[in-house]
């Protein structure tokens, strides 16, 4: 396996990193601790049962395998207090050449809702986006009806574009999306 870059970005209470090995523990401790689902965006408790080492592997080389092509980038979110993992997020490239843009996105695991976490992780990401991977922008796609994510990108100096119209297939039905960016300069 290729070892996966690493690229990180730490702010006062958490760092985001890229995957690797020596996280398994704390990821499926992560998934283990979430609650029910607590709306139509959030994943909520999984069977972690599933979340094996050979999956973590074939999770891991698989990211490897992305971020090689200049795919996708995927991240884990560690609060720096006691190195529990929060979550994950990522950065998508769309189009490099004259563009130089990606999309990002991210998720918190709702044990850990309501204390600033997405808006840290999201602005840790910015950064990486910008300084690591050398974009010029980066874009995020929200439901119309996901006010909690409108506000985490907001906070993080995000604004918004458009609504792009029947832009995302979702259980079988092409729905509307919000458009948020934000550019390097």
């Avoid at 909690?148 to 609504?163: M, W």
Wanted: charged share 30%.
């Amino acid at each position: 396996m290729t070892q996966y870059k690493d690229i990180h970005c730490a702010s006062g209470r958490i760092t985001v990193r890229t995957i690797s090995r020596r996280d398994f523990d704390a990821v499926v401790l992560g998934y283990a601790l979430s609650g029910e689902a607590l709306n139509r965006f959030d994943e909520g408790r999984v069977d972690v049962a599933r979340l094996t080492e050979e999956w973590y592997r074939e999770e891991l080389e698989q990211r490897c395998t992305d971020a090689e092509r200049d795919d996708c980038y995927m991240f884990n979110i560690f609060r720096n207090s006691d190195g529990a993992c929060l979550g994950y997020c990522d950065i998508t490239v769309m189009k490099r050449d004259d563009f130089q843009f990606a999309k990002v996105g991210y998720t918190i695991f709702n044990q850990y809702w309501g204390n600033g976490y997405g808006t840290e992780s999201l602005c840790a990401l910015t950064e990486i986006g910008f300084r690591d991977l050398e974009l010029h922008r980066l874009e995020a796609h929200v439901n119309m009806d996901n006010p909690a994510s409108k506000r985490v990108l907001e906070k993080a100096g995000y604004s918004f574009e458009c609504v792009r119209r029947r832009f995302i297939l979702e259980d079988g039905v092409w729905t509307d999306n919000e458009v948020w960016y934000r550019n390097a300069d």
